[in-house]
């Protein structure tokens, strides 16, 4: 296969690997393509992307630049392809313009509690309410008292009028003060998305009562999360139903927020977040029968092809992955009829001026059925492990928005041993014991506990890339989600200096992470008779809620001592985002890790 360059062999790999070579074994040349036109949009203005169509899941056999292709078996399982979706194309307008001037579908006020308190008149006394309340005959007031809209955060009130500049207006609680964190914006905007998307509105502006409200030094945050808010709350992974629901929304006007070159370079960046976070949704929302393996390799190879001018990708076929002694990893991929695929990207800013190497590495287990431990019973959530490449997709996600960013000074290599966890006559047995790339051995007591397996030769690998700081991210652990519920990452790490990094890295995202000890002493329980280590530390029994704590967090410091694969120069910190990979409400994936993932190159780019 192509994959295995003409390879001058395992000895010239191997050598290379011991003297920890920064150089990676193989480089694809892959065709270039210029970025989508739409990025190089107006001044003041930027367009959602197109989310992933047919030309990409799903038809990799016709593209054939990829080896991947090749390895990849015809149609999909069920005969299931992604429809092609209308990308949502959504213009933000930063503008400094009185906002009785404004014209259009919707015009979305954003109010706190204080802004609706009212004078012995019964008048607002916030100065924008009272003049829009007076230029619609006092329905504002009205509307407000009717549906009992008191400005709490997450409320809304849409009122249509006739006959006026603006088609209807809408009130947007944000609670009691101004937004003053990421996650607040974004909330704003997510809610802008769902007052227009039931309006079907094509334009809308949002205005804030008082704004003086917002800091000054978090208008440009806030207009770019108000603006990604926006695009995500209003995208609908509609490629897997046979009908799709058409986006109106096409202009949003932000008044208030100031403007110029400053807010037009936050609202692109905005737009080139987006596009990672609904390209990492799409990867996890696509189901195992689509996205194996090969086609995960395809949509990588894609970014680097795309983004040729700061990309490189290397994928490596089980033979080449098998001269790196990659055996844990490939253990794990044995039971599967979709063959491993070890994926690396490179990042290289134009120039070549590098001061910061990182890398970022993501379990990409495209189903995990458990193996011979099958996952059985109520709660095991079997049938939503499509989602256990969720760490991998949020790297490419974070691939995709930093290939449109180029950040300058920073090189960062993206990570993947891509796999399917299956059972078959061919796949590992609970006992087995595997050798890691490092040499280790792993005595196999729980097939279920694969994500470990993958991440250890994954880690080894990274570490030969010759970078300073190593972040993985993984669906890792149940326990993760008994300890920290469903929408907080739990971050594991030696170095106090990463944990300070990716913590502000998610005060500017939104994202939630919780540090956890990496207790030396639980590694008692990961001893062998007759390996190095065994997978899975010893279950501890406890009838008390207390107790059951406990023992879930002992567990869960046992999986994570087990992934300290990492050469100890090097700073490594650990996410596990098995809870935030998804939303159960809304039967979605999330993107969660790609807007952090941004933030933290940024912050190591000059
Ligand atoms: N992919 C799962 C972790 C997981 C479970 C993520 C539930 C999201 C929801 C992982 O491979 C796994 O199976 N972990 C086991 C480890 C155990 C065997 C020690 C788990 O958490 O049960
Ligand atoms: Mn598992
Ligand atoms: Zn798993």
Not at 173 to 201: D, F, H, M, W, Y
Not at 383 to 410: H, R
Not at 425 to 451: L, Y
């Amino acid at each position: 296969m192509a994959t295995a360059a003409s390879t001058s062999a395992a000895a010239v790999l191997a050598s290379r690997f011991l003297r920890r070579s920064p150089r990676p074994l193989r480089r694809l040349a892959l065709s270039s393509r210029a970025p989508p036109a739409a990025l190089s949009a107006r001044p003041s203005s930027f367009h959602c992307p197109a989310p992933l169509g047919p030309q990409q899941l799903g038809h990799r056999a016709r593209m054939g630049h990829s080896t991947a292709a090749a390895a990849a078996p015809a149609p999909a399982l069920g005969l299931t392809k992604p429809n092609a979706v209308e990308p949502p194309q959504i213009t933000f307008s930063a503008k400094d313009v009185e906002f009785s001037e404004w014209k259009g579908d919707i015009l979305a006020v954003a109010v706190t509690e204080k802004d609706l308190s009212k004078d012995s008149a019964s008048k607002f006394e916030n100065a924008v309410l009272e003049k829009l309340d007076g230029q619609l005959g006092g329905l504002l007031s009205e509307v407000a008292a009717e549906e009992d809209f008191t400005g709490k955060a997450g409320q809304s009130v849409v009122l249509r009028l006739p006959g006026q500049g603006f088609k209807r207006v809408g009130l947007i609680g944000l609670g009691q003060n101004a937004p003053s964190t990421a996650a607040a914006s974004r909330g704003l905007g997510e809610s802008v998305a769902s007052i227009a998307k039931a309006a079907q509105a094509s334009s809308a502006a949002i205005v804030f009562a008082s704004p003086s409200g917002i800091q000054e030094e978090f208008k440009l945050t806030a207009a770019a999360t108000i603006a990604s808010g926006t695009v995500l709350g209003l995208y609908e992974d509609s490629r897997y139903k046979s009908e799709s629901k058409k986006v109106h929304l096409k202009q949003v006007d932000l008044i208030g927020l100031g403007s110029g070159p400053e807010v037009d370079q936050k609202l692109k960046y905005a737009n080139d977040l987006a596009s990672g976070v609904i390209f990492g949704r799409e990867l996890v929302n696509s189901p195992a029968n689509v996205l194996t393996p090969a086609v995960l390799a395809e949509e990588a190879s894609k970014i680097a092809s795309t983004y040729s001018d700061v990309f490189t990708a290397t994928i490596l076929d089980v033979e080449k992955c098998k001269e790196l002694k990659m055996g844990s990893y490939l253990a794990v991929a044995a039971a599967s009829a979709n063959p491993p695929h070890f994926i690396h990207l490179c990042y290289k800013p134009a120039g070549g001026n590098v001061k910061r190497k990182l890398a970022i590495v993501g379990k990409g287990l495209t189903f995990d059925s458990g193996g011979y431990n099958i996952k059985t019973g109520p709660g095991c959530s079997i049938e939503l492990m499509k989602f256990d490449m969720g760490g991998s997709a949020a790297v490419f996600g974070a691939a995709k928005a930093l290939g449109q960013i180029k950040p300058p000074g920073v090189e960062v290599h993206f990570i993947v041993a891509a796999c399917e966890n299956m059972i078959s006559g061919t796949g590992m047995r609970p006992g087995d014991i595997v050798t890691a790339s490092n040499g280790k051995t792993i005595e196999v007591n729980n097939t279920d506990a694969e994500g470990r397996l993958t991440l250890a030769d994954a880690l080894v690998y990274a570490c030969n890339q010759g970078v300073e700081k190593i972040v993985d991210l993984a669906t890792l652990t149940g326990a993760c989600v008994v300890a920290l519920g469903p929408s907080i990452a739990g971050i594991f790490t030696p170095s106090d200096e990463l944990a300070k990094e990716i913590s502000a890295a998610s005060e500017v995202s939104g994202e939630k992470f919780w540090r956890l000890p990496l207790e030396e002493s639980y590694w008692e329980s990961m001893k062998s008779g007759v390996a190095d280590m065994v997978n899975t530390g010893g279950r501890q029994g406890g009838s008390i809620t207390a107790a059951l704590f406990l023992k879930q967090s002992s567990v869960l410091m046992a999986l994570v001592l087990f992934l300290q694969y990492v050469d100890e120069k090097v700073q490594w910190m650990h996410i596990d985002m098995a809870g935030p990979v998804w939303n159960d409400k809304k039967r979605t994936a999330t993107g969660f890790g790609v807007s952090t993932l941004v933030e933290w190159v940024l912050k190591n780019s000059s």
